[in-house]
């Protein structure tokens, strides 16, 4: 299988994905967005997209002309050519864009870890099915999805962002906490001067010693739950890569 990343930030990468999608034989390219990297012409050649977060926002296309672009491929990718889709954090902003739905500033920044509901769409969800709720997340975030896009599932929620997860289609997922947290995540993110500022905002001044120290123990919750979200997507891939690969047989029948 083959996914196709698009990052925004070289710190912000699938983190403890990348260790689980390799040992699973999954060939990962990498388009680094901010860095000039081009977004390839052929998307068919991918089983998956997966779209990381990033410091910038979804409206910023004047200061970051390559979002407009990253949002037509999004678009493409899911709605025409109907593959799955894995997006965190910028990455569900992305496709809740890319589906019409409206991104605007939060009230409130999340930053840390946070306890998501998860709603009674998920119990039955290929993705979520199986996830405790309330569950641990790690959140770092002051933009939200405003609105869950049309045909859309909302599939996780909190009390200061109704949209935390949501389900368009059969696998295009955004997920807007960071499921794929590390043991260097914090400690690198504290570094990027748009985090900084909205961890001062939540917690404080140095606040970023005590946010790594409180993660470093949950660090095995997150790392299951990661651990899930992949099994269950790599099922899902595998499934459309079925289906894609028998369409010739069928028109070919008829």
Known sequence: MRFLIFQHLDV???????????????ELTTVELDAGEAIPADLTAFDAM????????VWETELYPWLAREIAAIRHFVVLLGRP????????????RALGETVAPAETSEVGPCQVELTQAARQDALFSGLTSPL?????????VKRTPAEAVTLARTDHCEIQAFRWGPHAYGLQFH???TETTVDEWAD?????????????AGAAGRLAVQTQSLLAGFRQTAAHLSDRFLALVQASRASIADQPAIRSAQ
């Open 12 to 26: 912000e990468h699938p983190g403890v994905f990348r260790e689980f999608w390799r040992d699973a034989g999954i």
């Open 50 to 57: 997966i779209v990381m977060g990033g410091p910038m926002d």
């Open 85 to 96: 889709y894995l997006g965190v954090c910028l990455g569900h902003q992305l496709l809740a």
């Open 136 to 144: 641990t997340t790690f959140q770092w975030h002051s933009s939200e």
């Open 179 to 181: 499921a794929e947290i």
């Open 192 to 204: 990027v001067p748009a985090y900084a500022r909205s961890l001062d905002e939540v917690f404080g």
